[in-house]
Each structure stands twice: as C-alpha cells, then as structure tokens.
C-alpha cells in the first residue's frame, strides 16, 4: 500500500526498502543478542563485506527481474531454481527425491500456472 501507484526503478527501490528491513533485522537481533557477536565481526569483517555486496546486488538483481519479467516470471524462476537444487542434490549427492518434493513441485507449477491464465 505504500509503494501503491509509484514507479522505482530497481536501485530506487531497492534504496526506499532497505531501512525497512534493516529496522526488521535490528529487532531481531536485540531479542537474539550475544555478546559474542562483536569479536567475531571484527574478525570476519572482510566476509561479512563481501556478503553485504553480495546481499545487495542480490535484492537489486531480483527487483530488476521482477520488473522485467512480472511477478509470476520471479516466482518460476524461484521455482526452476530449487527443482534444479533439488535434482542436482540427487545427482551429485546420492538424495533421493520423494513423491512429497515431486508432489510439491508438481502442484506448485500447477497453481502458477493457472494463476498466470
């Protein structure tokens, strides 16, 4: 309702999102606090940089791809992506898939697929 008749291109919008999240996170992180975070930030400093790059990029990349290709196109990417997890986890790691997973995915691809008729 916020973002209701506005058009963001995708850093804008990833920009006017961001505080949002980040007061989310900040909550979460005052109920789950331990001390110990600090030394360990301080050691791991250049990963913890390298993963917020990479977060960013990351909420840029999905709202570029939500603009271009609709929201029902974002959800079948998110959907081929974790079929194609799935499916490389059995092949490369010996898992089985169940008839739930397949199930799941089956329904799914269905329900997206009747909900872009």
């Not at 949002?20 to 050691?43: D, E, G, H, K, S």
């Not at 999905?62 to 990417?77: C, D, N």
């Not at 092949?91 to 329900?111: K, P, R």
Request: aromatic share 12%; proline share 3%; charged share 10%.
């Amino acid at each position: 309702f916020v973002l209701s008749g506005r058009k963001f291109d995708p850093l804008s919008y990833t920009f006017f999102v961001a505080p949002t999240c980040f007061v989310v996170l900040l909550v979460a992180n005052a109920a789950a606090w331990n001390p110990a975070v600090i030394p360990a930030a301080m050691t791991h400093w250049r990963l913890l940089a390298a993963n917020a790059g990479v977060a960013f990029f990351l909420n840029v990349m999905v709202a570029v791809v939500i603009k271009e290709v609709s929201a029902v196109g974002f959800v079948l990417t998110g959907l081929t992506k974790d079929i194609f997890i799935v499916v490389l986890s059995c092949v490369l790691f010996g898992e089985s898939i169940t008839l739930t997973q397949t199930l799941a995915f089956g329904i799914t691809l269905g329900g997206v697929g009747m909900w872009s008729l």
